[in-house]
């Protein structure tokens, strides 16, 4: 597109020709197109425009602006999210955002005539009165609880003025406020061309800030008793430097730090695009009256931006607000890191440091704060980080003051380290709704896993970090990633292990499953494994001790299957290289704790509480009266065929038979269940018992026929039976007649009677509802049961008169009666 403020050339004033249509016609297109990446660039190289105007003080800049900010009033989604009650998207909030401090660097032109500024403002105000022009997001347009200004520093926020009207985005530009604003000066006199004014502006602002932070030094020194006595204050900033629309931290850092860059022309064709080089900055003086300062404008630079993100401040309202404070703080750190810190650099930085630390409630990082306000984990990150090679004792002091978080912190519990907090990360029914919470619990956790590398192997520095994570850290996911840190930085592949530095992560761990021991979480399973293999990994009597404790640490379940089952297991005994007496210990923690658990949770830690205790005679005795005691109780069949399997299988078969046998009486089925899955048991109940001999068959068999109404099942059991005579499970003193069992004697006839009885209640219940295509495989059925009929004597006799039953009651269905004729006779 054709550039719509093509100049003059260059002997002509600078008055360029502004196409106004053209202007117009590419912010409504821009503007159509939803903020795409594409559209929301085009609209920011044309706010550059405006920048690059009002620097070489053209008067169009003002007029070019104007434009825009008519297309913008006339977009047509502002009256759609108004009518929808949906917020405005993140990128159209930024393209506002900056239009509102455009207009502020315009009112602020300081070769600006009176009546001009006039007509701008009116023009404003009239935006400002739609009902369409959004609304700043983050203002502070309700009563805040708690917050009165009582510091001079906001005279002009009397707690009577808190309840302001709808604040829009132009009403800064029309009223302007305390810091923010004259910031925005600064920001002005450098958009308009007044390099060394903005930067005799940026000193005086602060010196006044530096000020006022002496004053309230003063006040709160006064205070103070009263202050920490009651722990909370109610004085805090209700606007933030960080995060502000107007960014006035980021704009004193620019100017200062500009002043001090080093012009190094060779600089950008030497440095290779790929990898961009860090900007070079020089100590440049300070140019002041008085002789003896030695004060350089990079100092400055720090220090306004350690005084900017150190400032207790509310977290404002809204989403995009609380996003843009950590965005803003993100940025202002990103730029520090970009300091070489040398001594005049590091002197400033702890000065600062302790002034924060000592600061009442001006200090985000002071001794008592307000519960709304905005955290200073990632602030207290980079100042740990920075301090630590040249003051650790200053460093940890801060980062162990920033890690409380205080809108989490119920006042009952936050001094009260000693039970475990089972508080939840959700913070409802406060206010201001805090949308990013998860971000900042992340932030908290990285400064403490921060703090726990660099203390490796310094005990009571540990100590103290545990002691400021079991306090402040409430989300049991966090202390698990804390704890998985830990437990890595102290093992390292490479060298040796750092006992301090695990046994912390332990701890961690177990807090972990104490917090978690009630509550469901997904990953419970894994954190238990973890857990096991952290206190292997500090020894055998980590081991012992969770084992002794389980009950306050796990589940029962959890406590056999895994955490014993781990413990007495090959691996465990071969990494910890363990002697007779340690494995001995190990196993009978592990035996102990097996039958409490068995005792607590019979139905899903008997049979690991069997497998446990093998080894032990009198524990395997008491493990096994466990399992015969519950069984009467809430054990199900598949529960207790298991068990008896188990008993099989380790070559006690008459337990095995115990066990079944009360399985058997547990379990029904009905007569078309012939796919049910506790066939298979019951066909190995019936093998054993027949294997064991016949008195057991005959102890069976009844249970069998109460239990079992499905005729194939039972035709199933009683061919088994006849085909190889009983007792032959080789049970010393027992031996096998040899001789096949009988299906007209007891206890087979029973067995034998059930499943003719079977055979025919199935058939009749098949015949109300059948129809013609399941004919055939009735005919089938009719074969099977034909089969058993026939196994007695009088066997034939009693089919026949049960076809002729059939042929009676059903010669309604002709067709099948047919079928059944040809087949059947």
Known sequence: APDPTAGASIDDENCWHLDEEQVKEQVKLFLSQGGYY?????????FAKVREMLRMRDSNGARMLTLITEQFMADPRLTLWRQQGTSMTDKCRQLWDELGALWVCIILNPHCKLEEKSCWLQQLQKWSDLDVCPLEDGNYGHE???????????????????????????TRAIEGQHVPTACARVDALRSHGYPKEALRLTVAIINTLRLQQQRQLEIYKHQKKELLQRGTTTITNLEGWVGHPLDPIGCLFLTLTEACRLNDDGYMEVSDMSESRLPVYQHVPVATDCANSSESYLSLALEVALMGMGQQRVMPEGLYAQDKVCRNEEQLLSQLQELQLDDELVQTLRKQCILLLEGGPFSGLGEV???ESVPMHTFAKYLFSALLPHDPDLSYKLALRAMRLPVLENSASAGDTSHPHHMVSVVPSRYPRWFTLGHLESQQCELASTMLTAAKGDTLRLRTILEAIQKHIHSSSLIFKLAQDAF???????????????????????????MTLSTLNWRRREMVRWLVTCATEVGVRALVSILQSWYTLFTPTEATSIVAATAVS???????????????????????LALQCAMKDPQSCALSALTLCEKDHIAFEAAYQIAIDAAAGGMTHSQLFTIAR????RGYPLRAFKLASLAMSHLNLAYNQDTHPAINDVLWACALSHSLGKNELAALIPLVVKSVHCAT????????????????????GRRSSGKLMSTDKAPLRQLLDATINAYINTTHSRLTHISPRHYGEFIEFLSKARETFLLPQDGHLQFAQFIDNLKQIYKGKKKLMLLVRERFG
């Open 570 to 592: 090959h691996t465990t005994i071969l990494r910890l290289s363990l002697d007779y007496p340690q494995r001995e210990e190990l196993a009978s923690c592990a035996r102990t």
């Open 488 to 514: 890595k930085i102290a093992t390292p592949t490479d060298s040796g292990t750092d006992s301090t530095l695990l046994n912390v992560a332990l701890e961690l761990g177990l807090q972990v499953m104490r």
């Open 646 to 649: 188990y008993m099989e299988l």
């Open 38 to 46: 594409g559209s929301g660039k085009q609209l920011n190289s044309m």
């Open 369 to 371: 704060i307000h519960r």
């Open 144 to 170: 805040l609880p708690n917050i009165t200004n009582a510091l001079p520093q906001n005279g002009n926020h009397s707690p009577d003025s808190l309840s302001r009207p709808r604040r829009t985005v132009f």
């Open 713 to 732: 099942v039972l035709s199933d059991i009683l061919r088994r039976c006849t085909v190889t005579a009983p007792g032959l499970a080789g049970i010393p």
